[in-house]
């Protein structure tokens, strides 16, 4: 099994920052990816960023320029940093990892969601 715990999140004015972790641990070879996915009320889960372990990252286009993914490979924490945020990046925040596991290949797993609210 492989266990993602959340950090960060809260609420925050228009304009603001947050800054979101995630750190992997259980029983694994290696993490593939990590990545942030969010849900706002009443919509679908969504992608808004991923790392892959040789570096390579991908954005929402919604984010773009304004929020920044970092891995760290050898700890397995993930970050996001959210800068001037808006009203419409209201949602909770799910960590995700791509994870190889003797005998059962890659697997998916998820943290448990951090709640993110952009209101004045």
């Known amino acids: 099994q492989v266990q993602l715990v959340e950090f960060g999140g809260g609420l925050v004015q228009p304009g603001g920052s947050l800054r979101l972790s995630c750190a992997a641990s259980g029983n694994f070879v290696t993490i593939n990816l990590m990545a942030w996915y969010r849900q706002a009320p009443g919509k679908g889960r969504e992608l808004v960023a991923r790392v892959t372990r040789e570096g390579r990252t991908t954005y929402d286009e919604s984010v773009e320029g304004r929020f920044t993914i970092s891995g760290d490979n050898v700890k397995n924490t993930v970050n996001l940093e959210m800068n001037n945020l808006k009203p419409e990046d209201t949602a909770v925040y799910y960590c995700?990892?791509?994870?190889?596991?003797?005998?059962?290949?890659?697997?998916?797993?998820w943290g448990q969601g951090t709640p993110v609210t952009v209101a004045s």
């Open positions: 995700n990892a791509n994870a190889y596991q003797w005998q059962l290949g890659s697997r998916d797993y």
